[in-house]
């Protein structure tokens, strides 16, 4: 005799609860991001009401997929962050095609090229 399991419901709430979590909050921030323009991850943590998360949002940017801009976050000393999986010079070409610079310490000027989200 076969005896199959009951099946269980996911209520809806529950479904739809992965579009309203912290990555997918962090990448719609990150889409608003003007080419030629850089934020940190510690600023984009702050603007989503979580001060201390900028380790979460370079979690969600290790994450994200296509359509997001992932190359025009940066670390708050205006470098590019160090990853184990590299894309160091493909996120500097990226931001120098965008007509971002760079100084001589590989530093960007927030100044001139940093975008203030608030």
Known sequence: MIVSRPRVRIPPTSRREPERGFFPKVYALVRKI???RVTTYGSIARA??????ARAVGWAMRACGGGIPWHRVVNAEGRIALRRTG???TQRSRLEREGVRFDREGKIDFERFGWRML
């Open 87 to 89: 894309g160091h010079a």
């Open 34 to 36: 003007p080419r030629g």
């Open 48 to 53: 989503l009401g979580v001060p201390r998360g």
